[in-house]
């Protein structure tokens, strides 16, 4: 079954500070990788998602992520947060053909500091 | 108009007491999913039903049953509640782009559960 780990469960950072989560997956087959927030007391929300083509995937409120095979990797990246971003970022990866099951790793806690 | 809806969205009951956490979904996805968040927030797989047919039953004591009567519900029974059992439950449903390969996951706002 597909695995993921996410480093530095907690940072915190002040505005306009440039912001880099990790995510590992473990998986020997074709993935599809996906990062996830959740703002404080509600619910998760999709960053982005990469399935195919350009490794590099831009999402929603300024983020990307890049996708290095050779590394097993979709690190998570803002140039320059704001306050607004704090909140819990979760990475995820389902095997692309298996039986729908979307593994999380265990978060990171972003707190930005104005 | 919610697309992945769940009551209740709070829910206090004593320990013992059986709950029951209901999930609908209008997006027309086939396959609909419990997760549970722990106070760490780790979010873990429970189950998983796609057309109304169980495809995932993670290592959960026998006193969750997930029914599904259709493939726009899952509900989530929990008999015999525990303190443990308290965090919170998400639901979700998700399409498969079967030529892409394209997942969209699409989850509730959550219960969350607290037993006392």
């Known amino acids: 079954a597909q695995s993921v780990s996410q480093h530095n469960h907690h940072v915190i950072l002040s505005e306009a500070a440039s912001l880099e989560l990790g995510c590992n997956y473990s998986y020997g087959g074709t993935v599809n990788l996906f990062w996830y927030v959740q703002y404080p007391g509600q619910h998760l929300q999709l960053l982005l998602k990469y399935f195919s083509g350009d490794p590099l995937v831009k999402g929603i409120k300024g983020f990307e992520a890049e996708f290095i095979k050779s590394k097993f990797s979709f690190n998570l990246r803002k140039p320059s947060v704001q306050w607004s971003d704090t909140a819990e970022y979760f990475c995820a990866v389902n095997a692309r053909r298996g039986n729908n099951r979307l593994a999380f790793g265990k978060g990171n806690q972003v707190v930005v500091i104005p | 108009d919610t697309a992945v809806s769940q009551t209740p969205k709070y829910l206090v009951t004593q320990m013992g007491n059986d709950k029951s956490i209901k999930c609908e979904q209008n997006l027309g996805h086939d396959t609909m999913y419990w997760y549970k968040q722990d106070s760490k927030k780790f979010l873990k797989i429970m189950f998983s039903y796609n057309n109304k047919e169980l495809i995932i039953n993670e290592t959960v004591p026998n006193r969750f049953s997930p029914k599904s009567p259709d493939k726009a519900h899952l509900n989530l029974h929990i008999n015999s509640l525990e303190l443990g059992d308290s965090a919170v439950y998400f639901c979700?449903?998700?399409?498969?782009?079967?030529?892409?390969?394209?997942?969209?996951?699409?989850f509730g706002s959550g219960t969350r559960l607290t037993v006392v």
């Open positions: 979700a449903s998700s399409h498969l782009d079967r030529e892409t390969f394209n997942y969209g996951y699409t």
